[in-house]
């Protein structure tokens, strides 16, 4: 993206969210910072917005220290219905949050030009809620499962 020699940077907001595949819903928190403390704050949002009667959440996170680190473990040991699964290194598009946060990306952020943090988090939250009001699950199949496959057998063939 080219910028104008006016632009200032106002800062960075961390999104952390979960995308559940059975729904289409997302959840979401908003935070200045990335560390074990911030990720702990949407797995107990996560558990409180969850109903008791699931008994095995299965959580798809890449390979992000955050997602790793001994205060999460901690609070993993402490929340038995949660299990953690890891996506091979350079899999983002294994997980399909990323999916969501590319649209998210395409939709509201094309341009990031925002006055301050607050109008970014409006935006954010905003397009949340809408999707959320119409929610979906993605629709995986064997054949689009090939087409991510295509594009990578040409990537590489690109590179060798």
Known sequence: MHLEHEYERK????LFAALDTRTGEV???L???KRQKEFIELLNKIDREAPRTITLIHLICDNLSV????LVQR???KHPRFQ???TPVHCSWMNQIEQWFSILQRKRLTAPNFAD????EERVLAFIAEWNESAHPFAWTTRSFDKVLA??????AVAA
Request: hydrophobic share 45%; charged share 35%.
């Open 84 to 86: 953690m699964h890891f």
């Open 117 to 120: 943090l607050d109008a970014l």
């Open 11 to 14: 800062g960075a907001l961390q």
């Open 31 to 33: 935070r200045q910072r």
């Open 67 to 70: 997602h790793k680190g001994k």
């Open 27 to 29: 959840t979401d928190i």
């Open 151 to 156: 594009r990578v057998d040409a990537k590489l």
């Open 75 to 77: 609070w993993l040991r």
